[in-house]
């Protein structure tokens, strides 16, 4: 791609059952779509992905199923004096290694409050049962706001 002209691209597609992230992230049914854009400045890859993760539930703190989709575009600059301050250089054997990319993305593709479910009765603030799954006393004895 780094030797090809200007306005080249290429199609990836990505298919991975089960894949892991640095050593906290699991995913698993990824799929992805990158297209990389040979520019002026170097190689520009516009990519979208989806994946499968368990999650966790804000409020009964249960792990469930959570799909997770990101799309992102970064820019590959080819090395010069003009470009010192990019945060991406084209590496010198022309290998991109998007896992960090896909890794800091998906991350942030994660819902601030993860809910297992909409109705999600959470847990009770006195015994801490799930009350998805059951009642309690203290349910009955609770002043409605």
Same mark, same amino acid.
């Given at each position: 791609?780094?030797? !090809? *002209?200007?306005?080249?691209?290429?199609?990836?597609?990505?298919?991975?059952?089960?894949?892991?992230? !640095?050593?906290?992230?699991?995913?698993?049914?990824?799929?992805?779509?990158?297209?990389?854009?040979?520019?002026?400045?170097?190689?520009?890859?516009?990519?979208?992905?989806?994946?499968?993760?368990?999650?966790?539930?804000?409020?009964?703190?249960?792990?469930?199923?959570?799909?997770? +989709?990101?799309?992102?575009?970064?820019?590959?600059?080819?090395?010069?004096?003009?470009?010192?301050?990019?945060? @991406?250089?084209?590496?010198?054997?022309? @290998?991109?290694?998007?896992?960090?990319?896909?890794?800091?993305?998906m991350l942030?593709?994660?819902?601030?409050?993860?809910?297992?479910? *909409?109705?999600?009765?959470?847990?009770?603030?006195?015994?801490?049962?799930?009350?998805?799954?059951? +009642?309690?006393?203290?349910?009955?004895s609770r002043?409605?706001?």
């Amino acid at each position: 791609m780094i030797h !090809e *002209p200007i306005g080249n691209y290429r199609d990836l597609d990505f298919n991975f059952e089960e894949i892991e992230l !640095e050593s906290d992230l699991r995913l698993s049914n990824v799929l992805g779509k990158v297209r990389i854009n040979r520019t002026p400045q170097g190689l520009l890859l516009d990519a979208n992905f989806e994946a499968n993760v368990v999650g966790q539930c804000v409020r009964c703190l249960e792990d469930f199923p959570q799909q997770l +989709t990101t799309e992102f575009q970064e820019l590959y600059a080819y090395r010069s004096r003009h470009t010192k301050d990019a945060e @991406f250089f084209v590496p010198e054997d022309g @290998f991109i290694d998007l896992s960090p990319l896909v890794y800091e993305n998906m991350l942030l593709a994660f819902p601030i409050k993860a809910l297992c479910r *909409p109705d999600c009765k959470g847990l009770c603030t006195e015994c801490g049962i799930n009350l998805n799954n059951a +009642t309690c006393e203290h349910v009955k004895s609770r002043v409605a706001y």
